[in-house]
Every structure is written in structure tokens, then in C-alpha cells.
Nanobody
Framework: QVQLVESGGGLVQPGGSLRLSCAAS??????????IAWFRQAPGKEREGLSC????????YYADSVKGRFTASRDNAKHTTYLQMNSLKPEDTAVYYC?????????????????????WGYGTQVTVSA
């Protein structure tokens, strides 16, 4: 239904910035890709949800670990979702993935990253090192 391709990863020094992109394609994107989320996974660690953006209502959810440093945004005309990452730290080193779903599932005003996503990209590597 939906194909996702991440780009923008690379090597950056601590304190630097990167802007990741997630391009979506396919049929019925406004329905099956209404919600776009960003995840990351570092070696030896569990997959971590970072943000979820909802096109239908404009809501954006962030994980506490990145709130204030990472900013998610969407260009619906281009079917592209972005993740602006500032003040990067070595612990931000991971493979970053985007995923698509119908909605951002939230309980008590907080996003539930364990929700089902219908589509996943293959990831882009982000390495923060001097």
C-alpha cells in the first residue's frame, strides 16, 4: 500500500545537526499514511519511538528523550516527512526508520509507539562522533 524511503543520514560531530527525510509513495496515501512516525534502533538496544505526526489533525507527538532537540514536520504536497535533529549526542547514533499508519495511537495524551504500523522504510544510518 505504502512505500517509504528514508534519506539524510550520515556522520556528524557532537553538537551538530542533521535533517532526515521520509518520502512516501503508493495509493491512498492520505488514508494509510496519515500518520508518519520516526523510530531509531542502536546495536544492543530496543527500538525507540521518537515522534508521530498526524496529517488529519496536525498533531505531533514526541518522546521525552528527544523533545526540545528534534522537530518533526510534514510537507503533504510532497508526501514527505522530516525530522530535524539538533544538538546531536553520541547516544543518538542509530539506524533511523520511518513508519506509516492510519493514525497516531495515543492514550492519555501520550503517543503509544507500540501501535501497529502498516509500512516501514529500510532505515538510514546516523553516526554522531568526533
Amino acid at each position: 500500500q505504502v512505500q517509504l524511503v528514508e534519506s539524510g543520514g550520515g556522520l556528524v560531530q557532537p553538537g551538530g545537526s542533521l535533517r532526515l527525510s521520509c518520502a512516501a509513495s503508493g495509493l491512498t496515501l492520505e488514508y494509510y499514511a496519515n500518520a508518519i512516525a520516526w523510530f531509531r534502533q542502536a546495536p544492543g538496544k530496543e527500538r525507540e519511538g521518537l515522534s508521530c505526526t498526524s496529517s488529519s489533525d496536525g498533531r505531533i507527538y514526541y518522546a521525552d528523550s528527544v523533545k526540545g532537540r528534534f522537530t518533526a514536520s510534514r510537507d503533504n504536497a510532497k508526501h514527505t516527512t522530516y525530522l530535524q535533529m539538533n544538538s546531536l549526542k553520541p547516544e543518538d547514533t542509530a539506524v533511523y526508520y520511518c513508519a506509516a499508519a492510519r493514525i497516531c495511537v495515543a492514550y492519555g495524551g501520550s503517543w503509544y509507539p507500540g501501535q501497529d504500523f502498516g509500512s516501514w522504510g529500510y532505515g538510514t544510518q546516523v553516526t554522531v562522533s568526533a
